[in-house]
């Protein structure tokens, strides 16, 4: 007979997550001793330690725990399958979902796009992860998220793409660069000027493909992994850089003011839209949340972001 729960298995994996019970406990929201007790319980009735106490560093797996947290990671899921099954079962929408989103526009879109999800959908338990590109195919293959919301860049063909908006690029400059007052701009114009490279996977060879067809090299000043910092940099007059949402406000987060200028010529749009694996069974859950964000570009409550809507 079992005498460990689900509960502590999830509790378990927030914390080989996590790397700390403190950690683990403002995601999850739940309080630290109930965590460390529940830890304490499996090592017991397993009979071998999940982690190594640095006290300085946090938690460490061990190598036991390494391995009973990756069966751990699949019980819940199969465990989350049966609620999944029970929904479908009975039409409700309802159960754990998991959705990852590019970390580029996340705090654009994701937010806003929950909120009003989980209004419709109360019986859903739903969490989010902001992951570059490769991270969230990877996620998306390890089943650690159910879909994720990005663009169709260097997209694998194990993975199944729902397009929503298309994007064109766009850049982001100072009012005191010398293009600001333009109503467009060509790659050829801005390859001479100092750049702020969004410096991520993939995403940063997708810019720099627009300077490889013009038949030149950007002027790289500056290398941000982070939106916010690249936006200030291109605010203070370190360069320009290039997006493809248009961020909601004319000022950088210091507090200066930007220019967001079309890019016409030889340059590809990306699509943003969800993205799911191949062969995996939705669930009610899943298919509602495709469902939703479709109706939100259809009324038009995404155009602030700019593009045009392909469904």
Same mark, same amino acid.
């Given at each position: 007979?079992?005498?460990?729960?689900?509960?502590?298995?999830?509790?378990?994996?927030?914390?080989?997550?996590?790397? +700390? @019970?403190?950690?683990?406990?403002?995601?999850?929201?739940?309080?630290?001793? +109930? @965590? +460390?007790?529940?830890?304490?319980?499996?090592?017991?009735?397993? $009979?071998?330690?999940?982690?190594?106490?640095?006290?300085?560093?946090?938690?460490?797996? /061990?190598? #036991? #725990?390494?391995? =009973? &947290?990756?069966?751990?990671?699949?019980?819940?899921?199969?465990?989350?399958?049966?609620?999944?099954?029970?929904?479908?079962?009975? #039409?409700?929408?309802? $159960? !754990?979902?998991?959705?990852?989103?590019?970390?580029?526009?996340?705090?654009?879109?994701?937010?806003?796009?929950?909120? $009003?999800?989980?209004?419709?959908?109360?019986?859903?338990?739903?969490?989010?992860?902001?992951?570059?590109? %490769?991270?969230?195919?990877?996620?998306?293959?390890? +089943?650690?998220?159910d879909l994720a919301l990005t663009y169709d860049l260097d997209l694998p063909a194990d993975l199944q793409f729902t397009s929503l908006v298309r994007l064109p690029p766009i850049a982001l400059m100072g009012t005191g660069h010398p293009l600001a007052d333009r109503d467009a701009v060509t790659i050829e114009e801005l390859k001479d000027h100092p750049m702020v490279l969004l410096d991520l996977p993939l995403s940063a060879d997708y810019f720099l493909s627009f300077f490889d067809k013009a038949g030149g090299k950007?002027?790289?000043?500056?290398?941000?992994?982070? =939106?916010?910092?690249?936006? *200030?940099?291109?605010?203070?007059?370190?360069?320009? *850089? @290039?997006?493809? %949402?248009?961020?909601?406000?004319?000022?950088? !987060?210091?507090?200066?003011?930007?220019?967001? %200028?079309?890019? /016409? $010529?030889?340059?590809?749009?990306?699509? &943003?839209?969800?993205?799911?694996?191949?062969?995996?069974?939705?669930?009610?859950?899943?298919?509602?949340?495709?469902?939703?964000?479709?109706?939100? %570009?259809?009324?038009?409550?995404?155009?602030?972001?700019?593009?045009?809507? &392909?469904?």
């Amino acid at each position: 007979m079992l005498r460990y729960t689900l509960r502590q298995l999830e509790y378990f994996v927030a914390v080989g997550e996590a790397g +700390s @019970i403190a950690r683990a406990s403002e995601r999850i929201n739940v309080s630290s001793p +109930s @965590i +460390s007790a529940a830890i304490t319980q499996l090592e017991q009735e397993f $009979g071998l330690p999940l982690f190594v106490r640095q006290h300085a560093q946090g938690l460490s797996l /061990t190598q #036991g #725990g390494r391995q =009973m &947290m990756e069966q751990a990671r699949l019980v819940l899921r199969e465990a989350s399958a049966l609620t999944d099954i029970a929904g479908d079962i009975a #039409g409700k929408v309802r $159960g !754990p979902l998991a959705i990852g989103c590019l970390l580029t526009f996340a705090q654009l879109v994701l937010p806003g796009l929950r909120r $009003g999800f989980e209004a419709q959908f109360p019986e859903v338990r739903l969490r989010q992860a902001e992951l570059n590109q %490769v991270e969230l195919f990877s996620a998306l293959r390890r +089943s650690e998220v159910d879909l994720a919301l990005t663009y169709d860049l260097d997209l694998p063909a194990d993975l199944q793409f729902t397009s929503l908006v298309r994007l064109p690029p766009i850049a982001l400059m100072g009012t005191g660069h010398p293009l600001a007052d333009r109503d467009a701009v060509t790659i050829e114009e801005l390859k001479d000027h100092p750049m702020v490279l969004l410096d991520l996977p993939l995403s940063a060879d997708y810019f720099l493909s627009f300077f490889d067809k013009a038949g030149g090299k950007p002027v790289i000043a500056e290398r941000t992994r982070d =939106m916010a910092v690249m936006r *200030s940099l291109v605010a203070n007059d370190f360069g320009y *850089s @290039i997006a493809n %949402v248009r961020p909601l406000s004319d000022i950088s !987060p210091d507090g200066n003011p930007v220019r967001c %200028v079309p890019i /016409t $010529g030889n340059v590809r749009s990306l699509r &943003m839209g969800f993205l799911t694996a191949q062969d995996a069974d939705r669930s009610n859950a899943v298919r509602a949340f495709i469902e939703y964000g479709i109706e939100l %570009v259809r009324s038009g409550r995404l155009s602030r972001i700019g593009g045009e809507p &392909m469904v």
